[in-house]
């Protein structure tokens, strides 16, 4: 989830970035005159990498940059102030993003929309039968970290016999 909010607020950043671009998508020189100039600018390229390695993986064209451009400022122009409509649209983003590339990025771990749904809504609802949101952050960080380190150890190179060791 901290993921899916620094990619929000770098995709807020970039379209304000971006808004300034006008029609033409060419890189322009920045005007950098005070530290906050410089922490926006730098914002911007490193949100630029992360697109770059993902939503721009496969097409990077002018014609591809220029849709995505479009719709950040699209987004970013919407004068919906509705809190509900834009944690929607949050999640939606992030639930096809999960169902793209797995659950937390893993591909081997399939994203279950129907169960995702079912766990949102009964948090939303405030039920706790079974098991509390916080339990239920704990279960999953733990044993997420647990795949993890199970998947590292399995590619992680075996250790060399002990009789070949020199002392």
């Known amino acids: 989830m901290k993921k899916q909010n620094f990619l929000t607020m770098a995709l807020i950043v970039?379209?304000?970035g971006l808004a300034s671009c006008g029609s033409n998508y060419k890189a322009k020189k920045a005007n950098l005159s005070t530290?906050?100039?410089s922490l926006n600018y730098a914002l911007g390229l490193a949100i630029s990498e992360e697109l770059r390695m993902n939503a721009l993986q496969n097409d990077?064209?002018?014609?591809t940059?220029?849709?995505l451009v479009e719709k950040i400022e699209k987004v970013y122009s919407d004068e919906n102030t509705?809190?509900?409509y834009k944690?929607?649209?949050q999640i939606g983003n992030m639930m096809k993003e999960q169902?793209?590339?797995g659950l937390i990025g893993d591909s081997t771990l399939k994203f279950n929309q129907d169960l995702f749904k079912k766990?949102?809504?009964k948090g939303i609802n405030g039920d706790t039968t079974g098991m509390t949101g916080a339990e239920a952050m704990v279960y999953f960080q733990n044993t997420m970290q647990k795949i993890q380190n199970e998947k590292m150890l399995k590619s992680a190179p075996a250790p060399a016999p002990a009789d070949t060791i020199k002392k």
């Not at 990077?60 to 014609?63: F, G, H, L, P, W």
């Open 14 to 16: 970039a379209i304000l």
């Open 35 to 37: 530290q906050e100039d």
């Open 60 to 63: 990077s064209s002018e014609k």
């Open 65 to 67: 940059i220029a849709a």
């Open 82 to 84: 509705d809190q509900v």
């Open 87 to 89: 944690t929607g649209f």
């Open 99 to 101: 169902n793209k590339v």
């Open 119 to 121: 766990g949102l809504v």
